[in-house]
């Protein structure tokens, strides 16, 4: 990467630091709702550890999956909402007469997706150690493989959504926050794959989220890990960071035509 | 022969069944100072556009400095900049944290000391930490300016630069632009609908109606041909058609 690619990403990453910086209840926001979530679902395990033989053998599995999904689900918001930022300010024409590349928002976006959910799952990662001794980490650098595939992913999905916004305008703006639940029925989160019907296990594993919530279930119930489903997810992440980059970059150049970077916000 | 900082040949933009610029060809040496004038929907902000390569045309070429604005539009970049009423600054980001990022994207060497040096020329060193959604029309007027100078452009394009002023600031305003264009030899191409700004600023003016450029010359030239005293009155002429084409004029 050249510097000056390098140094505009760090000046769009400065500017949405500024954002969070100069406004705690954005900070307060990103880690409200993983914490509630966390804590709802922690006591649930506490409950069904003692009258549930399966969930007594991985009491951590109920809190891993809910920690694990909102990885992809604050991967994704982070990553669409830098572009919904632009265009709530009505900045992208000045963005985009400067010399910064369409694939240089994209970077600084994923750059902040990290951030964000770094910022926002910390607190719920620290309370689910103190309220209920649970630790992902603990169960080893698997762990942070898996997170690293949501993220992915979220960023695949997030550049689709950031597409649909640019081609259809701020009207279809609530995708971003409701796309990624379109996933939570297949992505086996909560139950295994074999749960769901014949006819659409094959969609299932065609999710990235998939093979992670598999493979988490198979290192805290089996205590193995599973580096086929690894592999799996790496895959099927790749595909759909080509499909999120196609359809981003068909959006733009349709932007760039009908004169949307300059309409857009308004 | 010198390259012309701003070429249009034959440029064309069509929306569907609309056309809004018709096959208008221009150009700007460099450092001149020229102004795009038209009514509403005249073509003006979609020509701007075009030249940013921030629409694509759908036929005809612009070249800034003799590179290709569709095909190869970042190298053209770094060296222009531009504003407009139409597109905003980041609300919740303080003047110094936008102006700072602005100058990052544009690689501007000692940032701080670019900002310091335009906040002391456009009257903003006392707007500096505040937020820029919390400043009047005419403030955000002279932050967006000073965005646009943030980089040193060698072309500038303004929209409407002086919208929203006051005469006393916005004077202030023109002043700064033509000691700009002197100092630094830079290229500006506007769009007003201010008179006697163009008059003041503009050594050539290009009449647009309806997409396409239908008389161009010097303000003196333009007044002499319509046997008018002031530009209003040409515009008005021109605005409601009672001015020949850019072909018969000429």
């Known amino acids: 990467m050249k510097a000056g690619a390098a140094r505009r990403m760090l000046a769009l990453v400065r500017r949405y630091m500024y954002l969070l910086r100069g406004s705690w ?69 000045h963005l985009f007469v400067s010399p910064l590349r369409p694939w240089e928002l994209i970077g600084a976006a994923m750059i902040m997706s990290l951030l964000r959910t770094c910022i926002g799952l910390a607190p719920s990662w620290v309370l689910a150690w103190v309220l209920f001794e649970f630790s992902v980490l603990s169960y080893g650098p698997g762990v942070v493989a898996f997170f690293t595939c949501l993220t992915v992913m979220g960023w695949g999905i997030g550049m689709t959504v950031t597409a649909m916004v640019i ?43 998939a093979y992670v919530f598999e493979g988490m279930r198979a290192v805290m119930v089996d205590g193995v890990f599973r580096a086929d489903l690894l592999a799996g997810a790496v895959v099927v992440n790749v595909i759909y960071l080509v499909i999120g980059a196609t359809v981003f970059a068909a959006a733009f150049a349709s932007a760039r035509s009908n004169g949307k970077l300059l309409q857009v916000g308004e | 022969m010198t390259t012309p900082a701003i070429s249009v040949r034959a440029l064309t933009k069509r929306f569907g069944d609309i056309t ?28 701007i556009s075009m030249l940013l390569g921030l629409l694509t045309p759908s036929s005809g070429e612009v070249r800034i400095h003799g590179v290709d604005m569709v095909a190869d ?14 597109v905003d600054l980041p609300h ?45 029309a005419g403030q955000k007027t002279r932050v967006a300016l000073a965005k646009a100078l943030i980089n040193r452009p060698r072309v500038l394009l303004l929209d409407e630069p002086t919208a929203s002023l006051d005469p006393d600031s916005a004077d202030w305003v023109r002043t700064y632009l033509e000691d700009y264009a002197r100092a630094e030899s830079a290229t500006i191409l506007l769009a007003s609908h201010n008179m006697a700004e163009v008059e003041r600023l503009c050594d050539r003016v290009l009449m647009m109606r309806a997409g396409a450029i ?34 018969e004029a000429a």
């Open chain 1, 25 to 93: 209840p954005r900070i307060l926001e990103l880690a409200y709702w993983p914490t509630v979530q966390m804590v709802v679902w922690g006591f649930v395990t506490q409950f069904f550890v003692g009258h549930s033989t399966w969930v007594a053998n991985a009491a951590g599995v109920l809190i891993g999956a809910v920690l694990l999904w909102d990885v992809l689900f604050r991967g994704q918001m982070g990553f669409s909402l830098c572009f919904l930022e632009e265009m709530w300010s009505r900045n992208l024409g």
């Open chain 1, 167 to 209: 081609r259809f305008g701020l009207g279809a703006e609530s995708l971003a926050w409701v796309a990624i639940f379109a996933f939570a029925p297949i992505s086996a989160v909560y139950y295994p794959v074999a749960t769901l019907p014949g006819w659409l296990q094959p969609v299932a594993w065609a999710t990235p989220s």
């Open chain 2, 20 to 47: 809004a610029v018709r096959g208008i060809s221009f150009s700007v040496e460099e450092g001149r100072v020229s102004a795009l004038l038209g009514g509403n929907g005249a073509g003006k902000t979609t020509t």
């Open chain 2, 73 to 86: 539009r970042y190298r053209a970049l770094p060296t222009m900049n531009f504003s407009s009423p139409y």
């Open chain 2, 92 to 136: 919740r980001l303080s003047v110094r944290e936008n102006l700072r990022v602005y100058a990052d994207l544009y690689g501007v060497p000692q940032p701080r000391r670019r900002i310091d040096e335009l906040a002391g020329a456009l009257d903003l060193v006392e707007l500096l930490g505040r937020r820029t959604g919390q400043l009047s």
């Open chain 2, 214 to 247: 239908v008389d161009r010359g010097s303000p003196n030239s333009l007044l002499a041909r319509y046997g008018r005293s002031t530009l209003e009155d040409v515009f008005l002429d021109i605005a409601r058609d009672r001015a020949s084409s850019e072909g």
